[in-house]
Nanobody
Framework: QVLLGESGGGLVQAGGSLRLSCGAA????????MGWFRQAPGKEREFVAS????????YYTDSVKGRFTISRDNAKRTLYLQMNNLKPDDTAVYYC?????????????????WGQGTQVTVSS
């Protein structure tokens, strides 16, 4: 059974930082590209960042480039998202997901498993 679980969300002031984690179980973690998505109230789930199985290649949506860093520790079966210089527009529920597709698969439909999400709220 594939399981993904996020943690690390919270309330932070604009300009602050958070680090999200996503633990994985039930599959060979290092064989899959993993990604972070977010969903704000009333909006569709949108792509944030992805990382390939061995962790050497990453891909980001333009709005987070230079502020967010995706990484993974395959020995710990954990995916991370370091978020710096947070803005109120970053407020959303953040989800980690697994894709059998490529690094640049930015559509949520390309991901086959998701965690339950963690809330990130950035106050102005």
């Amino acid at each position: 059974q594939v399981l993904l679980g996020e943690s690390g969300g919270g309330l932070v002031q604009a300009g602050g930082s958070l680090r999200l984690s996503c633990g994985a179980a039930g599959f060979t973690f290092s064989r899959y590209t993993m990604g972070w998505f977010r969903q704000a109230p009333g909006k569709e789930r949108e792509f944030v960042a992805s990382i390939n199985g061995i962790g050497l290649s990453t891909y980001y949506t333009d709005s987070v480039k230079g502020r967010f860093t995706i990484s993974r520790d395959n020995a710990k079966r954990t995916l991370y998202l370091q978020m710096n210089n947070l803005k109120p527009d970053d407020t959303a529920v953040y989800y980690c997901g697994r894709t059998p597709g490529t690094l640049t698969a930015v559509a949520a439909s390309g991901y086959d498993y998701w965690g339950q999400g963690t809330q990130v709220t950035v106050s102005s």
